[in-house]
């Protein structure tokens, strides 16, 4: 018989990026008693890794509890980057409701469209939390009728556009149920979720249902499985089947060695959990997303939507350059590959494969965002490796026309700079679909483009529009084949031979163009040194040193002024090398280089082409 359990409500918090979600749980937290009165709180606790908490975006989503008039509300921090989409869709299946987080000032965004339209599919219940009230620019009524619009035109039933809207100040730790209301805690908004997400319902009667939906790795006790709580009840020591609703021969006995639920940023040993209860199950070694656990005498499968497939692919390769193995601690290609199939364990959009060479690596994700995060996290534990320009992935369809991925790019921009980001998007095979105008005098522009186009140009734009621009991107399914992209118009400088980069040569080579190194760095033939400003590659010598003799002093050398380099960020590396270039990524640096180092043999591979 089903049954509802009143005292746990299961929501998810969903938004564009940036627009509080993660402060909003820290709030929750705070106001729940979940921390001692005088004990030190991080800002964004839920954020947890470090490259999480330096950009200040979510990547993963994590699960966290609170209690509130003896109802336990479990929450999930869901990330708000369309690259980490796939982590929203799987994670919606665990809840029975959601809190849309929406700015008071930058209003419905794409990626609020794209989390929105998953919630709505699913039939589940929505509170809408204008966040940011507080913000001297909100404009907080005009953004409930934008959040009403996006709902009539994602199809919403009656009940869903009967939802209840929360104005709240997240950094403030506010909520009220009145626009121009005054509040003094989060109270509103956690009595919205009592009365409003429905609670958990199932048959405790009937065996065991637990659906996984997100893996968790731990290096002690490998990987653990989170889920919801269908149907039944599951326990400690019990035997249960693994299935799969998209393998149907996929079925295996395993038994359940540890059990945990949620409480605060914790996870708390429990003997036995039922309907309702988000769970993390530890001890099952080959335990995937989307597979259920099932009573061995009850083997029915929960379906669950298949992952998107990655659209982007990069090759990741040992490191051969003349400097290898100097600053990394992992250098082989043993290392190499033994971490990116570890990556797999946690990250189900990532796809790693061998190739023909025991050297590279061929890694696809669902952008660069996702491949940047990958690389840096590495680098960080102390690889060191190079890896190719990222490229999309084609398909045929069966005329075996090319098909390439397509997006969607929403641009926000001050109107002087619209013309220079619709002529270079247009030069990128981007589509101006729609114009209209944004709030704050600045224009929104609409472009369908294949994903190649967008690859190195968000620092292009970023320079375009003099750092005022927001581009945001989401996947639109695959189109035919454009034609061919011009990437980059510049040629590359490269050194000349190895050596050490002298102030005298350097000085000889700022004439030809912006350079990415200063005196003093170790350099080798081969690699990149700067960016010319004609489309050639020129090779320089930066190590040549002035020669000294009765008639030249040598402090005349001291007048000589450098510009400063340009220091290449990790994404903007990524950007700038063309297909010839790989970047060498270690522990303390980002050297751009040549494929193939030899001069000589890179011109005859030049004329071959």
Same mark, same amino acid.
């Given at each position: 018989?089903?049954?509802?359990?009143?005292?746990?409500?299961?929501?998810?918090?969903?938004?564009?990026?940036?627009?509080?979600?993660?402060?909003?749980?820290?709030?929750?937290?705070?106001?729940?008693?979940?921390?001692?009165?005088?004990?030190?709180?991080?800002?964004?606790?839920?954020?947890?890794?470090?490259?999480?908490?330096?950009?200040?975006?979510?990547?993963?989503?994590?699960?966290?509890?609170?209690?509130?008039?003896?109802?336990?509300?479990?929450?999930?921090?869901?990330?708000?980057?369309?690259?980490?989409?796939?982590?929203?869709?799987?994670?919606?299946?665990?809840?029975?409701?959601?809190?849309?987080?929406?700015?008071?000032?930058?209003?419905?965004?794409?990626?609020?469209?794209?989390?929105?339209?998953?919630?709505?599919?699913?039939?589940?219940?929505?509170?809408?939390?204008?966040?940011?009230?507080?913000?001297?620019?909100?404009?907080?009524?005009?953004?409930?009728?934008?959040?009403?619009?996006?709902?009539?035109?994602?199809?919403?039933?009656?009940?869903?556009?009967?939802?209840?809207?929360?104005?709240?100040?997240?950094?403030?730790? @506010?909520?009220?149920?009145?626009?121009?209301?005054?509040?003094?805690?989060?109270?509103?908004?956690?009595?919205?979720?009592?009365?409003?997400?429905?609670?958990?319902?199932?048959?405790?009667?009937?065996?065991?249902?637990?659906?996984?939906?997100?893996?968790?790795?731990?290096?002690?006790?490998?990987?653990?499985?989170?889920?919801?709580?269908?149907?039944?009840?599951?326990?400690?020591?019990?035997?249960?089947? @693994?299935?799969?609703?998209?393998?149907?021969?996929?079925?295996?006995?395993?038994?359940?060695?540890?059990?945990?639920?949620?409480?605060?940023?914790?996870?708390?040993?429990?003997?036995?959990?039922?309907?309702?209860? @988000?769970?993390?199950?530890?001890?099952?070694?080959?335990?995937?997303?989307?597979?259920?656990?099932?009573?061995?005498?009850?083997?029915?499968?929960?379906?669950?939507?298949?992952?998107?497939?990655?659209?982007?692919?990069?090759?990741?390769?040992?490191?051969?350059?003349?400097?290898?193995?100097?600053?990394?601690?992992?250098?082989?290609?043993?290392?190499?590959?033994?971490?990116?199939?570890?990556?797999?364990?946690?990250?189900?959009?990532?796809?790693?494969?061998?190739?023909?060479?025991?050297?590279?690596?061929?890694?696809?994700?669902?952008?660069?965002?996702?491949?940047?995060?990958?690389?840096?996290?590495?680098?960080?534990?102390?690889?060191?490796?190079?890896?190719?320009?990222?490229?999309?992935?084609?398909?045929?369809?069966?005329?075996?026309?090319?098909?390439?991925?397509?997006?969607?790019?929403?641009?926000?921009?001050?109107?002087?700079?619209?013309?220079?980001?619709?002529?270079?998007?247009?030069?990128?095979?981007?589509?101006?679909?729609?114009?209209?105008?944004?709030?704050?005098?600045?224009?929104?522009?609409?472009?369908?483009?294949?994903?190649?186009?967008?690859?190195?140009?968000?620092?292009?734009?970023?320079?375009?529009?003099?750092?005022?621009?927001?581009?945001?991107?989401?996947?639109?399914?695959?189109?035919?084949?454009?034609?061919?992209?011009?990437?980059?118009?510049?040629?590359?400088? @490269?050194?000349?031979?190895?050596?050490?980069?002298?102030?005298?040569?350097?000085?000889?080579?700022?004439?030809?163009?912006?350079?990415?190194?200063?005196?003093?760095?170790?350099?080798?033939?081969?690699?990149?040194?700067?960016?010319?400003?004609?489309?050639?590659?020129?090779?320089?010598?930066?190590?040549?040193?002035?020669?000294?003799?009765?008639?030249?002093?040598?402090?005349?050398?001291?007048?000589?002024?450098?510009?400063?380099?340009?220091?290449?960020?990790?994404?903007?590396?990524?950007?700038?090398?063309?297909?010839?270039?790989?970047?060498?990524?270690?522990?303390?640096?980002?050297?751009?280089?040549?494929?193939?180092?030899?001069?000589?043999?890179?011109?005859?591979?030049?004329?071959?082409?």
């Amino acid at each position: 018989m089903i049954q509802k359990r009143e005292d746990v409500r299961n929501v998810a918090i969903i938004a564009h990026v940036d627009h509080g979600k993660t402060t909003l749980v820290d709030e929750l937290l705070k106001q729940s008693g979940v921390f001692r009165e005088n004990q030190e709180v991080a800002e964004r606790v839920m954020d947890s890794n470090d490259i999480e908490r330096e950009r200040g975006i979510t990547i993963l989503s994590k699960n966290t509890a609170v209690m509130y008039k003896n109802t336990k509300i479990n929450i999930i921090d869901t990330p708000g980057h369309a690259d980490f989409g796939g982590e929203v869709e799987r994670v919606l299946k665990m809840v029975n409701g959601v809190i849309l987080v929406v700015d008071a000032f930058e209003g419905a965004m794409p990626q609020t469209k794209f989390v929105l339209k998953k919630a709505l599919e699913l039939k589940l219940p929505v509170i809408v939390c204008i966040n940011k009230i507080d913000r001297p620019e909100a404009r907080a009524s005009e953004v409930v009728d934008e959040v009403l619009e996006l709902f009539l035109e994602l199809d919403a039933d009656d009940s869903q556009l009967d939802c209840p809207f929360v104005f709240a100040s997240a950094k403030t730790g @506010i909520a009220t149920l009145q626009e121009d209301g005054t509040g003094v805690d989060m109270t509103p908004l956690f009595e919205t979720i009592l009365d409003y997400i429905p609670a958990p319902e199932g048959d405790p009667d009937i065996g065991t249902q637990v659906l996984i939906s997100t893996i968790d790795y731990n290096e002690y006790v490998g990987r653990i499985g989170v889920g919801k709580v269908d149907n039944g009840l599951i326990a400690v020591n019990q035997e249960v089947i @693994i299935c799969n609703h998209h393998e149907p021969d996929k079925q295996k006995k395993v038994k359940v060695s540890k059990l945990y639920e949620f409480d605060g940023l914790n996870k708390i040993e429990v003997k036995e959990a039922g309907i309702g209860s @988000i769970v993390a199950i530890s001890g099952i070694s080959d335990i995937h997303i989307g597979d259920t656990l099932c009573a061995v005498d009850h083997i029915v499968p929960i379906p669950f939507q298949k992952i998107s497939e990655p659209t982007i692919a990069m090759q990741f390769i040992v490191n051969d350059s003349p400097l290898a193995g100097q600053e990394g601690k992992y250098v082989t290609s043993r290392h190499l590959r033994d971490r990116l199939f570890r990556e797999l364990n946690t990250d189900v959009s990532l796809r790693v494969e061998e190739t023909e060479s025991a050297d590279s690596f061929k890694v696809s994700g669902r952008g660069e965002l996702h491949l940047s995060v990958l690389i840096e996290n590495m680098r960080r534990e102390g690889f060191e490796f190079a890896v190719s320009k990222a490229e999309v992935l084609y398909k045929t369809d069966e005329n075996g026309k090319k098909l390439e991925p397509m997006e969607l790019a929403y641009v926000d921009v001050p109107e002087e700079f619209s013309g220079t980001v619709i002529e270079k998007l247009s030069q990128r095979k981007g589509e101006l679909q729609n114009m209209g105008k944004a709030s704050g005098g600045y224009a929104r522009l609409e472009f369908s483009i294949p994903s190649r186009g967008l690859i190195g140009y968000r620092g292009e734009f970023m320079t375009d529009t003099k750092g005022n621009g927001i581009l945001n991107t989401t996947f639109d399914g695959y189109g035919p084949y454009k034609g061919d992209i011009q990437y980059r118009k510049q040629g590359s400088l @490269i050194a000349f031979e190895a050596g050490e980069a002298i102030t005298y040569g350097l000085y000889n080579a700022q004439e030809r163009g912006t350079l990415f190194i200063g005196p003093g760095e170790k350099v080798y033939s081969g690699m990149v040194v700067g960016q010319n400003g004609k489309s050639e590659d020129i090779e320089l010598n930066v190590c040549k040193k002035k020669q000294l003799t009765n008639t030249r002093s040598s402090s005349a050398d001291e007048a000589l002024r450098l510009t400063p380099p340009k220091i290449l960020s990790l994404e903007q590396a990524l950007d700038f090398i063309d297909t010839d270039e790989l970047l060498e990524v270690t522990p303390d640096s980002l050297r751009i280089r040549k494929k193939i180092l030899d001069p000589t043999l890179r011109k005859r591979a030049g004329m071959k082409k």
